[in-house]
């Protein structure tokens, strides 16, 4: 699913993480594997700041809700660092 489609399993959750991916991919200058390091270092900081366990899948879902809205492709780590600080100033 991140970084390519050979041998990598069918179903409905891999297709929606796929999906996501490319949504997000087409949007930013960061990869594939970068959007998912971005989104599992946003995870562990939720984690480890308010104690909250959020699905990757409920964040790639608003990561591509954020940079739907963004034109060209820029660097997306920014949006993703500051959406895990306005969740962690909002707490649990």
């Known amino acids: 699913v991140i970084d390519g489609y050979a041998g990598v399993p069918e179903g409905p959750t891999v297709t929606k993480y796929r999906a996501l991916l490319d949504r997000i ?5 960061e990869r594939r594997v970068q959007i998912a390091d971005l989104t599992v270092a946003v995870q562990k900081a939720l984690r480890d700041e308010i104690g909250v366990e959020e699905p990757l899948l409920n964040l790639l879902r608003e990561f591509r809700v954020i940079t739907a809205k ?6 997306c780590q ?15």
């Open 25 to 29: 991919e087409a949007k930013c200058a």
């Open 70 to 75: 963004l034109q060209g492709q820029p660097k």
């Open 78 to 92: 920014g949006a993703f660092s500051g959406y895990a600080q306005i969740r962690v100033a909002q707490g649990p």
